[in-house]
Every structure is written in C-alpha cells, then in structure tokens.
C-alpha cells in the first residue's frame, strides 16, 4: 500500500509540475467517411460489400452471407474467391493456397473446383459448392476480393475472410 501512495504521489507531483501547452495543441480534420483506395477508383468504405459470415453446410457447401446485395456475376464467379490451407506449406484438400503463401490471380478457385450460386434468389447469400468433400478436421481460411454492388466501378480491393475447419 506504501508503494502505491508513494507511487501516486510521485505521479500527482509531475502533473502538477509540468508546464501546460493548450494554445500548441493542434488537430487535423478527419474524414467523416473513410475511403479505400483501389487502382480502378476511391471507394466510400460504406460502399464495398464485407463478408458477414461462411458456414459449412454440407460434407461439400459453403454459404456465405454478404453485409448486403452484391454483383450476382461478381460473386458467382470463383476467381474471386480463395481457399487458404492453415496448416500446410502446399494447399491440400480443397485449398488453392498453402499456408504462407499470398492470394493472386493464378491461384484462386476455378469452375473445375467450385460452383458458386445464389441461395434461393438472394442477393446477399451464396453457396459454394465444391466437386470433392472438404476435409474433416482441416482448417482453411477463406478470402474474398472484387466483389461489388450492381453498376459499381471495378474494385480492387478485398471484401473480408473467414477461418472455417471441415466438420463433415
């Protein structure tokens, strides 16, 4: 207890001692809306669909939910998506991306792997559907990049991820 009021009273005894600065304080304005930046266009950060959720429903299905209605060819087109292997260095099972290495244009799903469509018409949630079963037990990641509203610019840009384990 001796320390702590020694301890306060050292603290009380330099704030009390040190010189107030208020008129050089200063502060830059901020934006109200922050942005993206992408090669193709300024975005709104309000404005780029997010990824909200991914759920294994079946030995072979993934659904996952967008934060809105998103670009049905976007998002129904596999080399927009990416399946991260977690725990090994080449990507096995159903991953395109071994553990340490980066998503590009070159290993992203491809319609021979997966079918992806929209779940009963909805803009906002789609199944990915996959030709082999996802392992039980592994664990991968999911990434998602260029997905946009209807009639938006080209975003370069990624739209969130999401770790999963196969649990079939």
């Given amino acids: 207890m001796k320390k702590f009021i020694s301890s306060f009273l050292i603290f009380c005894t330099l704030m009390i001692t040190q010189p107030c600065f208020h008129d050089d304080v200063s502060a830059r304005p901020t934006e109200e809306n922050p942005t993206i930046r992408s090669t193709f266009q300024t975005y709104d950060q309000n404005s780029i669909p997010r990824l909200l959720k991914s759920e294994q429903i079946s030995a072979n299905q993934i659904k996952i939910t967008y934060d809105r209605d998103v670009d049905k060819n976007l998002a129904e087109q596999p080399t927009n998506y990416w399946i991260k292997d977690l725990k090994n260095e080449e990507p096995e099972g159903i991953a395109t991306v071994g553990q340490n290495c980066e998503v590009d244009k070159n290993n992203s799903l491809t319609r021979d792997i997966v079918k992806i469509e929209s779940k009963n018409g ?47």
């Fill in 122 to 168: 909805l803009g906002s949630v789609y199944i990915l559907t996959f030709k082999n079963n996802i392992p039980k037990g592994e664990q991968y990641k999911l990434v998602i990049y260029h997905v946009t509203v209807e009639g938006a610019q080209p975003y370069n840009g990624d739209n969130g991820a999401s770790m999963f384990a196969g649990k079939y």
